[in-house]
T-cell receptor
């Protein structure tokens, strides 16, 4: 079956704009994770969903970042008033009951 | 604070040479350790985890709690092993992973 998919693959925006990044997990996976990977760094945890609820959002850097998963499947990461420092690859992963995490290809966000 | 350290940004070896990618962690609880790999133009994927104690693609890693290390080893490197390797620490039933900054392995012919 299909793996985790993320759209768009690339997003270029201007400072101050609002962006939405989408993640489609593997069908049936109850757990969904968002990570951010800056250049030269490993992925950094942002938020974890179990079903529809955010079980841990301790990695979100500030209140400009928000994520939802309204039906327990697709998730959207929302960033308000983007800043140049938000430029990174945003990775999504899903797992079955917290087991092995399967990663998507990522969305490369560039804030000009 | 929880932390994963991979001291080498780049490791270059010749084909057939042994490889050891270093990983040290800091965590006061009971850790779960993983190695993830990212081949060129591919997504991040799990290579191995310490609880399974498997050898994957000839790679092994042993958790040393005394030295807080989880080094990745392979006795004879192959060109197809060239990739980015990330060590990761799992906490709280492994749902949250803390990654190291990664080591690029380059295996020369």
């Amino acid at each position: 079956g299909a793996g985790v998919s993320q759209t768009p693959s690339n997003k270029v925006t201007e400072k101050g704009k609002y962006v939405e990044l989408r993640c489609d997990p593997i069908s049936g996976h109850t757990a969904l994770y968002w990570y951010r990977q800056s250049l030269g760094q490993g992925p950094e945890f942002l938020i974890y969903f179990q079903g529809t609820g955010a079980a841990d959002d301790s990695g979100l850097p500030n209140d400009r970042f928000f994520a939802v998963r309204p039906e327990g499947s697709v998730s959207t990461l929302k960033i308000q008033r983007t800043e140049r420092g938000d430029s990174a690859v945003y990775l999504c992963a899903s797992s079955l009951n917290g087991d092995e995490q399967f990663f998507g290809p990522g969305t490369r966000l560039t804030v000009l | 604070a929880q932390r994963v350290t991979q001291p080498e940004k780049l490791l270059s070896v010749f084909k057939g040479a042994p490889v050891e990618l270093k990983c040290n962690y800091s965590y006061s609880g009971s850790p779960e350790l993983f190695w993830y790999v990212q081949y060129s133009r591919q997504r991040l994927q799990l290579l191995l985890r310490h609880i399974s104690r498997e050898s994957i693609k000839g790679f092994t890693a042993d958790l040393n709690k005394g030295e807080t290390s989880f080094h990745l080893k392979k006795p004879f490197a192959q060109e197809e092993d060239s990739a980015m390797y990330y060590c990761a620490l799992g906490m709280d039933s492994s749902y949250k992973l803390i990654f190291g900054s990664g080591t690029r392995l380059l295996v020369r012919p």
